[in-house]
């Protein structure tokens, strides 16, 4: 299995243009359990897990702005998200433990 780490989200984007049928491992879990079970073959990942352009909270011309890498404790906890989406705020703090809030809904 190769393994790529892009240095940022235009590299990464260029590289699954050029390599189509690469998995993206974000957080893993699901990808990782999948390809234990025989479930997907991985020739090719695109680890995306250090990406900071995809980890943001914000609020924009009235939308709510989040980005794929944001966990499910980061979301609940953001008073931006409490403010303009408290279902989503509770929803996200209701998913797991807070111990264990360290997946991602984008990944």
Known sequence: M?????AGLTE???????????????????LLVKWKEGKVK???VLNVQ???ELRYIR?????LLI???????EIAAARVVQEHAPVLAEAC????QP?????????
């Open 42 to 44: 991985l020739d090719r």
């Open 12 to 30: 990464a984007v260029k590289y699954m243009n050029q390599h189509l049928g690469t998995k993206v491992l974000a957080g893993g879990t699901d």
């Open 99 to 107: 111990d264990t809030q360290s997946g991602n809904p984008g990944g």
């Open 67 to 73: 980005g794929a890498l944001n966990t499910h404790g």
């Open 59 to 63: 609020e924009e011309n009235g939308y």
């Open 93 to 96: 703090a209701r998913w797991a």
């Open 50 to 52: 250090g990406l900071q």
């Open 2 to 6: 190769e393994v790529i780490t892009p």
